[in-house]
């Protein structure tokens, strides 16, 4: 059987799984709440013998009520104790469920964390995070296309890199647990190599790697990412060095001056043959600019773009269609180490179908700091903002993750929603709770008074300052005359104030201090990212610095601020 052969096979039984498991989600949301509850009260039963079912009692518990009456709300710390020991290799202390893996959180909120994660959410990411994330594109374009797809091969910007705890179970990303099942299948699906795909240890350009094998391609049938970051951050990378990776696909060669170890760069030389028809192709194509979408003229057959690109990641999303054009793209799951919680079931929407096979889920209205009770999937408002409470099926009860949804709206029973903004993400000196999504809205409404155009930016509690104060730090598109930053500085102020009128009125009283602005060097966010990668970080799970909170943080940005 040949690769095409393979791949079509491939193919037809991801779309399979992925249409039943639309179809079941489809079905289950008419009954959402039964099966939600339903899924509580098998939790509760399965772990009554657990250390932490006993000290709570979870076998009194024969209600949603009595769930909620006698388990507090929770967070890591309630947990960290029992996971310590559970790494060491003791087993029955949160969960009953076989744990297979550890999922370490990317350290973007506090220190990173180990996660644990139990076989069925493993199955369930595998299902929803893999088949579904490829059916809905595939359904797409069968139907507005009125065409099979195309069935080619995917460039994926992820890597499978894992280590273990002590006891031996897995530790990594849970993405990287999810490309570890297709491992078999990855040279078929992926013009990656797994050699890449799966690194052995070292420094590794994985950016120039990806892009040698994906251009070589002329067939690519799509582009996925964990998030859409490391799809702009790859075009990035291309539109700068696009002339070596032309000369080095003429010459069939692996550039000696791109870092990895000697051992990966001979295997991959021994598979490579020069190509001075597809070099030239892609020379004239560059030639051009990149002012027209580069990716349609390079990759015509490319279908679709997948990512996780709402919320926080809008930025990215906007940034990466200049080089895409009309490309359409599916924006993926909304999830977290702890859970997948919900799906995306339409392209170009980032707005999620909330899973009730994943968990059992609870909502705190978020303008509530001190709840007293918790509202159900049933009895939410469309169009209000809630925090999301989570039991999932590894350990975790009454979890609040610190992530804020706003409901859209229903299929049948089940909310469909949108993240907003992360909870601990939000900057409050004076009690005025900015949290991202005001200030996202601010840098917008900035770049279409000024003319720049923003490629990233972060905000800055400076505490040391009397009053306190803002400072938000952004990388303009070209260099900011230092005449023009109190003029900008104002007009941020005025539209930070009408996004949260509470900081507005906080300004105008002196409780805070006057707002101050920073403009920090061209590609400052590209060189973090590359930086966090080198120190360890899962470029899976990488994602944007909205809220500078580590002296760390804090002594990379304020070094980078342009010369003025």
């Not at 078999?184 to 013009?191: A, E, F, G």
């Not at 002012?291 to 999303?317: C, K, M, N, S």
């Not at 009730?356 to 939410?380: M, R, V």
């Amino acid at each position: 059987m040949d690769i095409a052969q393979i791949l079509q096979e491939v193919n037809q039984n991801i779309l399979s799984s992925g249409n039943a498991a639309l179809k079941e989600l489809s079905e289950r949301s008419e009954q959402a709440k039964s099966v939600s509850e339903a899924l509580l009260m098998r939790v509760i039963r399965d772990n009554a013998d657990t250390e932490y079912g006993k000290s709570l009692g979870f076998g009194d518990i024969h209600s949603v009520e009595e769930f909620k009456s006698k388990v507090p709300l929770s967070t890591y710390d309630d947990y960290a104790p029992y996971i310590e020991r559970m790494v060491k290799g003791e087993r029955n202390l949160i969960t009953s469920y076989p744990i297979v893996r550890y999922a370490v959180t990317s350290g973007s909120v506090d220190n990173p964390k180990n996660i644990p994660v139990s076989e069925e959410t493993m199955g369930i990411y595998e299902r929803f995070a893999g088949h579904v994330s490829s059916t809905v594109p595939f359904n797409h374009v069968t139907q507005t296309q009125q065409r099979p797809v195309h069935g080619g091969r995917i460039l994926i910007a992820a890597v499978a890199h894992d280590d273990t705890v002590e006891d031996g179970t897995s530790r990594g990303a849970v993405s990287s647990a999810v490309y570890g099942k297709l491992k078999p299948l990855l040279d078929y699906i992926s013009v990656v190599p797994s050699s890449v795909f799966f690194p052995p240890p070292g420094n590794i350009n994985m950016k120039y790697l990806r892009l040698f094998f994906g251009l070589k391609e002329e067939g690519l049938a799509a582009m996925n990412a964990p998030f859409m970051t490391a799809l702009v951050d790859l075009m990035h990378y291309l539109e700068v060095n696009w002339e070596m990776l032309v000369r080095d696909i003429a010459a069939g060669v692996v550039n000696p001056s791109i870092s990895m170890p000697d051992a990966l760069r001979k295997e991959l030389q021994t598979s490579l043959e020069p190509d001075p028809a597809r070099a030239e192709s892609l020379r004239r194509e560059f030639e051009r600019g990149f002012d027209e979408a580069i990716v349609p003229r390079i990759w015509p057959h490319l279908e679709y773009v997948g990512a996780i690109g709402g919320g926080g990641f809008q930025a990215y999303t906007e940034k990466m269609r200049r080089y895409t054009g009309s490309i359409p793209f599916y924006l993926g799951t909304y999830a977290a180490s702890e859970s997948l919680m919900a799906v995306a079931t339409e392209m170009e929407r980032a707005e999620y179908m909330l899973l009730p096979e994943s968990g059992f889920y609870e909502f705190i209205p978020a303008d509530e700091d001190s709840p007293t009770e918790t509202l159900n999937l049933d009895e939410l408002e469309v169009g209000r903002d809630y925090e999301i409470v989570l039991t999932n099926l590894s350990g975790f009860y009454r979890y609040r993750i610190g992530d804020v949804l706003r409901v859209t709206g229903y299929a049948g029973q089940t909310p469909k929603v949108c993240f907003v903004y992360r909870k601990k993400q939000m900057v409050s000196i004076a009690g005025e709770k900015t949290n991202e999504a005001s200030i996202a809205w601010t840098v917008g409404e900035f770049e279409k008074a000024s003319g720049h155009a923003i490629a990233d930016y972060s905000i800055y509690a400076d505490i040391d300052a009397t009053p306190g104060r803002y400072v938000l730090f952004m990388e303009a598109d070209r260099h900011v005359d230092i005449e023009r930053h109190a003029e900008y500085r104002s007009l941020i102020e005025g539209k930070l104030s009408v996004a949260n009128p509470s900081f507005g009125s906080k300004v105008r009283d002196g409780v805070l201090g006057a707002m101050d602005i920073r403009f920090v060097q061209q590609e400052t966010y590209y060189l973090y990212r590359d930086l966090m990668v080198l120190r360890g970080t899962s470029e899976n799970q990488l994602k944007p610095v909205r809220v500078i909170d580590t002296p760390g943080k804090e002594r990379f940005f304020f070094a980078l601020v342009d010369a003025e």
